[in-house]
Structure formats: C-alpha cells, structure tokens
C-alpha cells in the first residue's frame, strides 16, 4: 500500500556530494518521522539522520556538519545532502518513514536502498 522509492545514489570521489531522494507513495493520513539509514559490507544497519518531528533533526556523529537532511511534506519527500564525502561514507542508504497509512494504522517503511560508493 506504501512504498518508499529512492534515487541519488552513485559512485564519487572523495569530497564529492551527493543528493539523495526518498518519496513516499501511497494513501498516507500523517507522515510523522522521515530519516535515512545505511549498512555497509560487514557492518550493522546505523541511523545516518532523521527528521523524528517538526523543527527536529538527528544526525550521527560521523555526519554532523557534512550530511543536511531535509523534508517536503507536500511532496511527502525527504532528502539527503552529503557533502564532504569520505570512503568511510560508503554503504548502501535505506529511506525510513513512520507513518500512518489508509488502514489507520501506524507502522514503519523501508526503501529498498540505494548504493553510495566513494573512492580514495
């Protein structure tokens, strides 16, 4: 019934940027929190940054002052901006919603994820 689609993944060089794009389709009653995840090779799935309620952002430590996330309500969009990129950055990013959905029910989404890949 919902689903989140992604885009603006790709390969760069280090201190490139990038601009990812998550869009929520759907009968959706209330968008409440928006943020992105990633998991690299090896490694558990982190929080990168989330936006869990007006006014609100959280972003890990590794990112703070490089990566801006943002949202579109009336697009029901939220985005990620990476700047500054490091190879350390390289993993593949998951779109997360929590939302209400047309059964009335409060539930979280994932997108399918899109790879970030940056070179030395």
Not at 32 to 49: C, I, N, S, T
Not at 98 to 120: K, P
């Amino acid at each position: 019934q919902v689903q989140l689609v992604e885009s603006g993944g790709g390969a760069v060089q280090a201190g490139g940027s990038l601009r990812l794009s998550c869009t929520a389709s759907g009968i959706i009653f209330s968008i409440h929190a928006m943020g992105w995840y990633r998991q690299a090779p090896g490694k558990q799935r982190e929080l990168v940054a989330a936006i869990p309620s007006a006014g609100i952002t959280n972003y890990a430590d590794s990112v703070k002052g490089r990566f801006t996330i943002s949202r579109d309500n009336a697009k029901a969009t939220v985005y990620l901006q990476m700047n500054s990129l490091k190879p350390d950055d390289t993993a593949v990013y998951y779109c997360n919603a929590d939302l209400t959905n047309s059964w009335n029910r409060r539930n979280t989404y994932w997108g399918q994820g899109t790879q970030v890949t940056v070179s030395s």
